[in-house]
Each structure stands twice: as C-alpha cells, then as structure tokens.
C-alpha cells in the first residue's frame, strides 16, 4: 500500500515535471500550435492559469476567462513569452510580481477586466514590454512610478478607464513611449508636469474627457507631438494667452467641443499645423488663422457659421493659403446651407442691424431633434452637443425644463430684463450661459443657484449697473465674466469676494469713471482686465496681486498712470490706445518694467518719446505699438532684444541721421510692420530700413549716434518734454454709449 501510494506520488510529480519540459505537450483546455509556439485557451471558462503550458511558448491566449486574480509568479517558467493576452477575465488587480520572469514580453493585453487598482512594481520585470492595453477597466488613478519600469514601451492605452485627474510625472519612465491613449476617461484636470518625461511621444488622445480648459502646461512638455486629439471635451473658449505651443504639432482634433469662440493667435504656436478638425462646435466665426502657412484642412461642418463681413478675414486667409474649408453657413439666411468655401468674397457682406433681419425661424437646424428629451417650447435642445438655445425667441421669462445635461445654454436677445431668483433649476452640468441682448436690468440674489459648474457667463449687452455678490453667489467656478456694454459707472467689486475664481472681467464699453485698484484686491485670480471704452480718466492706486492684461483703451487718460502701476507685480500686457497721452514721461513704465511684454500706445497723440520713457524696458518687451503718432523720430531702441513687434506706421518720420540708427536697427532685425518716411520729400514713402540712399550720407559723416547714453543727448537738446500739440491727439471719437 504505501509502495503504490508512493509510486502514485513519485509518477505524479514526474508527470508534472515531463510536462513542463515537453514542448509538444499541451493543456487540456487549449490549442497548441508548435510551429508557431502559440496556446490559445480562450473562452473556456478557467478559474485558473493552466500549469501545463509548454515552456517555450511565445503566444499566450488566455482572454475570456475568469481567474478574478493571478497569483504572483504563475507565467515564471514561460520565459519565451513575447504575446500574453488576459482581456476579459474579470481581473480585480495586478499584484506586484505577477508578471515576473517574462523579459522578453513585448505585447501584454489587460483589456476589459475590472482592475481599478494597479499596485505598484504590478509591471516590474517587463524590460521589453513594447504595448500594454488597459483599456475598458475601472482604474480611478495611476499610483506615481507605475510606469517606471517600462523603457520601451511605445503603445500604452488607458482609455475607457475613470481616471479624473493625472498627477505630476504619472508617466515617468516611459522613455520610448510615442502614442499615450486616454480617451473616454473622466479627466478634467492634468497637473502642470503630468505629461513630463514622455521625450518621444507624437500621438495623444485624449478625447471624451471632462477637460474645460486646455490643459495648455501639460501639454507644453511635448515638444514632438504631432497628433493631438482633444475632442469632445466641453471646452468653450480657445485664448491666445492659454495657448497651445506645439512646434511639430501637425493634427489637431477638436471636434465636438462646444467651443465658441477662438482668438486669434489660438494657434499660432503650432506652426507645423496641417490639419486642424472643429467639427461640429458652436462657432459663428472664427478669426483668419494667419501664421499656420501649412494649413490645408480646416473643417468647419457641423457649425453655425455667419456668413457676413465678419467671416471674412477666415475666406481671406483660406482662399489665399489653398485652404479646403469644410462648413455650411447658418446665418444670413439668405444663405443657409451655402458652402463658406463657395461664396465669393462679395457675398459676405454686412447689412442693417440684426433685429430687422431676425424673425422666427422654422427649428429644426441640423444635429438638433425637439423630440423625445425635455426641452420648453420655442427652444431646441441637442442630445448630441449638449446645447439648449431659445435663441431670438422674444421670451419675457425665462424658460425651465432644459435637459440636465445641458452644458451650454443660449438665451441671447430676448427681453427678460431681470433675472430672478432660481431661475436655472436642474442644470448643474451648464459650463457656459449667454445672456447677452435681454434688455437686463438686474440679478436677484441667488440668481444663478445651482450653477455649481459655470465657467462662462455672458451678459454683454445689457443695461446693467450694479451687481451684488448675492447676485452671483453659487457660481464657485466661474472663471469668465462678461459685463460689457452695460451701464456700469465704477467697478463691481463685491462680486470678486463671490468669484474666487474668476480670472477674465470684461468691462469694456461701459461708463467707469475711474479705477480704483483696491477694488480689484479680492480678486486673487484675477488675470485679465478688460476696461476699453469706458471714459475712465484716473486711476487710483491698490494691488492686484496676478493681474497680467490691463486693457485701457479709448479711454481719457492724459498720462501713463505710472504711480498705479506700482500696485501691479506681473504686468504683462498694457494697453492704452486712443488714449490722449500726448507725451510720456521719463520713467513712465518702471514699475512694471521687469514684467511687460506688450505695451500698445498706437493712436495716443504722441509727438515725442523721450529717450528715458521706455527705461527698464530694454531686457523683456516683446511687441510695441507706436502706430498713428506724431512721431517724427524716435530713440535708439538696439537695447530691446527681445522685440518681436515694433509698428511705427502712420507717423510723420523724419528720415535724417538722427534717425540712422533707427534705420540700421530696423535694417538688421527683420521685424514685420512699417516705418515709413515722410520727410525729406526725397524718401517720403519710402521704408525707413530700405532708404538706404539717404542714410548712407550719415555714414560719411561722424555717426550722430552711436550709443543710447549719446542719443538721449542728443535728443534730449531737442525736447525731451515736449508737451503735446492741440489738435495732435487722433483719437477715433467713441461712439455713444447707448441706444
Ligand atoms: C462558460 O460558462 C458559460 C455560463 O456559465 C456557459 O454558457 C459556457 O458554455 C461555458 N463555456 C465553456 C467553454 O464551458
Ligand atoms: C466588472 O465590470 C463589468 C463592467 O465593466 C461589470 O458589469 C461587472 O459587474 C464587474 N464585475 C465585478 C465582479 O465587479
Ligand atoms: C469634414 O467633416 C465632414 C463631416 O464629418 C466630412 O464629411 C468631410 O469629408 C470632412 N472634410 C474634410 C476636408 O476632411
Ligand atoms: C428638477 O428635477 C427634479 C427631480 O429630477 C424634479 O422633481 C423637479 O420638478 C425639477 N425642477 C424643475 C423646475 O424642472
Ligand atoms: C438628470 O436627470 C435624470 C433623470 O431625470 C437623473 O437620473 C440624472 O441623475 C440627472 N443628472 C444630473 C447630472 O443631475
Ligand atoms: C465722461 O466724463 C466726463 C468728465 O470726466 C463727463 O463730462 C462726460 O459726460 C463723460 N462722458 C460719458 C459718455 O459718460
Ligand atoms: C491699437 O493697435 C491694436 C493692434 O493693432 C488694435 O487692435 C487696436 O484697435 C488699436 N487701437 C487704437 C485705438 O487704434
Ligand atoms: C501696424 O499698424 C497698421 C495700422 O494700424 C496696421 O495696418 C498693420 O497691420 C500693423 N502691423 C503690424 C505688424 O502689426
């Protein structure tokens, strides 16, 4: 008895063993392929990994089973492994070790499981991994250092996972990778260094997220990326400051993205650009793309174009650069449903004002269905888009009953005239509200309740004068806030304390008076200021902390508000066109000279800039706006070597040798934009960098000005203060205020 016992035992074990070494064997369950070293156990409903899988095996299929877990070290003896299929098994996690003694390992499929957690060193030991698919799992984060291990892995999918936000350096490690996939997650937020350490990747995907914002400094790490999708995301808005700068960037996805609005400059920082995809957004227009020379396919369908006088900087730049433009027009009707493409340049016209123009117009635009979902009469919802809009309906109160989903709502020109309490119920997926043209005089508090999502909120156009913090409490993550072309006479300043957030206020076109700095101290976000046409004369001083854009233009400011600025740490962009200046003092910038970066003073009636103006400005302006002056000459500017812009067209210049130096500035910078001569008779219109006959006198003589210190001499004789002549100042007259 225990001989036969034993020798059951000893001829198991041999059994195993014979097993194990013979490479024709195969298990029970399987299909092996010797030629091609292949064992197929699919679908056979395995609770657990086969022992007996021949050793020299390379392809192992094990998909459609339902292991739920895999015990470290279970696949140690496959060393030959290259292919290890383990999709659809019911997979909980990866341990750490399960994969270890597989170097040779190249393609690793983990693909609809149900892992939510990969622990870390889950992948170590996969030294020659080159794919790994995780898509359609559970994963709601990626543990720092997971990917460390994997230096040449090229493909790594994780989309159709739940991952929400990627911390700094999630994918460290991955040296080799080219193609990161992680489309259709919940992602709404990517750490500024979440996509550092990828050196090789050229293609991301990261379509059907949760993105409203361009996560333009994660981005900003790749510098070879050349295909880049980011459709479907509820992105509204592209700026020209959050832009994306991709150098080798070729395709561009941003279709089904409720975008709005564009900037021009948008993508100016992507050069190689060849293919830019906006299907199916809400653009109306789009600004001419200038700088993207290699464009050649623009496509537009599926979006609301206005075909007038607006569309055509867009039909400009396009027919000029060979552009294939996609897109039907939506408005004027007259021509709804012609090709942008098609028309000719006459046919993008502007005429009388809109209201006559509008009536109600038959629903039922494309991609919109009134049908089956929630949707108030006299509106069109879209499932698809996510849009509401009861556009031009002539509503006096404002209708409920919107889908939940709604993420953009468009009430424009109706005549609600106040917006009262709860007047939004059930949209707390709304990113974007317009409201503009409704004859709006007030916001009852708690107005906006409920909007726990808004990120955009249009009311330009209106006849609003003061808004209440009540008025716009509930809206924690606005970030845009359009006011302008109202009735406004100071500056809100109560609804900073409600907007923590908000980092762009328009207030252009209204009546400021003045600005008081300290009103803005609340605002700790606040990034951009946008006061043009207003009537503002003074400006009080204060601090604010993270203003980067003052736009003052077409005001009345008789002077730099140099003392003001002193409250402004990182000024980086200073508007003050049409304004009447007439001079500027020495010094005029120094408290924002370690800062500014684009200063525009075109249309302020400057005669003269003495040479001391611009100090402390040298080392960092990058553009300068001197355009419709009185300049007749100008200080020796061979210290701006950054400049990238300088535009001295339409003034009077001088073209002597106090302007040589100028002349050999401009001769050797290669900056666009004129600087014309208008005296002596002989240059006048002449470019100041080509009259070289005149400027070639001045060599034989000594050079006037060989240095800035001589020139601020030299002019300074002259008039370093000259005051501004009656009648220099060039304004364009603002037009009224209101109807
Ligand atoms: C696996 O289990 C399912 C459901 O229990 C059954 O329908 C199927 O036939 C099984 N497949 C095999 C190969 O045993
Ligand atoms: C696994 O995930 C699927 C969907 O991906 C789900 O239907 C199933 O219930 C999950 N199973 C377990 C055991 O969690
Ligand atoms: C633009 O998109 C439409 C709709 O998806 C498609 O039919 C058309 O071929 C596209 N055009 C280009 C130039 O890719
Ligand atoms: C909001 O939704 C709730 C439940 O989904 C519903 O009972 C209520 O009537 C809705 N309110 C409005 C104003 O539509
Ligand atoms: C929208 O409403 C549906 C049913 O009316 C509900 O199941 C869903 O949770 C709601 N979604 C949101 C985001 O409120
Ligand atoms: C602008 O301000 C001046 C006083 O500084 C005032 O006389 C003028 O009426 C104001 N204009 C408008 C349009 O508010
Ligand atoms: C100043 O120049 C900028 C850039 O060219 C332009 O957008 C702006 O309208 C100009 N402002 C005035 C008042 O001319
Ligand atoms: C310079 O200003 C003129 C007049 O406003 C304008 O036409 C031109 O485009 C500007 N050039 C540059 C380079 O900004």
Known sequence: MWNYLSLLLLLSLLQVSSERKDT?????????????????????????????????????????????????????????????????????????????????????????????VLHKG????????????????????????????????????????????????????????????????????????????LPHLRRLSLDHNKLQDLPWEALSHLYGLAHLDLGHNPLTHLGKEEGLALPELRYLALDGASLQTIDVGAFSHCPQLYTVDLRDN??????????????????????????????????????????????????????????????????????????????????????EDKAAKPCPSACTCSALSHHSSCENKGLMLIPSGFPNTTQLLDLNWNKFTSVPQFSFPNLSSLVSLHLQHCKITRLAPGALTGLDQ??????????????????????????????????????????????????????????????????????????????????????????????????????????????????LPVLRELELSGNPLGILQEGAFMPVAKSLQHLYLNNTGLQQISPGAFAGLEPGLRSLYLEKNQLQTLPAMDDFIQLEVINLSENPLHCDCKLFQLHRWLASQKLPGEATCEFPPS???????????????????????????????????????????????????????RP
């Open 683 to 737: 240059a006048q219109g002449q470019k100041v960098k080509e009259a070289t006959a005149i400027f070639e006198a001045c060599l034989g003589k000594k050079v006037p000005l060989t240095s800035q210190h001589e020139a601020k001499n030299t002019l300074g004789q002259r008039s370093q203060w000259m005051p501004a002549v009656a009648g220099g100042y060039n304004g364009r007259s603002r037009s009224s205020h």
């Open 454 to 567: 808004l990120i955009y909120l249009y009311l330009s156009d209106n006849q609003i004068s003061e808004l209440s913090a009540a008025a716009l409490q509930g809206v924690p993550r606005l970030r845009y806030l359009y006011l302008d072309r109202n009735y406004f006479t100071r500056v809100p300043r109560d609804i900073l304390w409600a907007l923590p957030r908000l980092v762009h206020l328009h207030l252009e076109q209204n009546a400021l008076q003045h600005l008081a700095l300290r009103d803005l101290a609340a605002g700790e976000n606040l990034h951009w200021l946008h006061l043009s046409g207003n009537n503002i004369s003074d400006i009080f001083p204060g601090s604010a902390q993270n203003l980067e854009g003052l736009y003052l233009g077409s005001n009345r400011l008789q002077a730099v508000p140099t003392a003001a600025l002193e409250g």
């Open 24 to 116: 024709s064997g195969c298990p029970k369950a399987c299909v092996c392929d010797n030629r091609k070293r292949s064992v197929l156990c699919q679908n056979r409903n395995l609770t657990k990994v086969p022992a007996a899988i021949p050793e020299m095996t390379r392809k192992l299929d094990l998909q459609g089973n339902v292991f739920k877990v895999i015990p470290p070290r279970v696949f140690q003896t496959l060393s030959y492994l290259t292919h290890l299929d383990l999709q659809n098994c019911q997979l909980k996690q990866i341990e750490k070790g399960t994969f270890t003694g597989l170097p040779y390992l190249a393609h690793l499929n983990l693909a609809s499981n149900n892992i939510s």
């Open 282 to 367: 809400q653009l109306k227009t789009l600004p001419s793309l200038q700088g993207l020379d290699r464009l050649h396919k623009l496509n537009l369908s599926g979006n609301p174009l206005r075909c007038d006088c607006a569309a055509r900087p867009l039909w400009d730049w396009a027919s000029r650069n060979w552009v294939t433009m996609d897109g039907l027009c939506e408005e004027p009707r007259l021509l709804r449903g012609e090709a942008l493409e098609s028309l000719r340049e006459e046919d993008l016209r502007c005429q009388g004002p809109r209201d006559g123009e509008e009536e109600q117009e038959p629903t039922g635009a494309p991609g």
């Open 122 to 197: 889950a992948l170590d030991g996969l030294l020659l991994l080159r794919r790994l698919v995780l898509e359609h799992n559970q994963l709601k984060e990626i543990q720092p250092g997971t990917f460390s291990q994997l230096p040449y892995l090229n493909l790594l999918s994780l989309a159709h996972n739940s991952l929400r936000h990627l911390p700094d350096m999630t994918f460290r490690g991955l040296v080799s990778a080219w193609w990161l996939r992680l489309s259709h997650n919940a992602l709404s937020d990517l750490a500024p260094e979440s996509l550092a350490a």
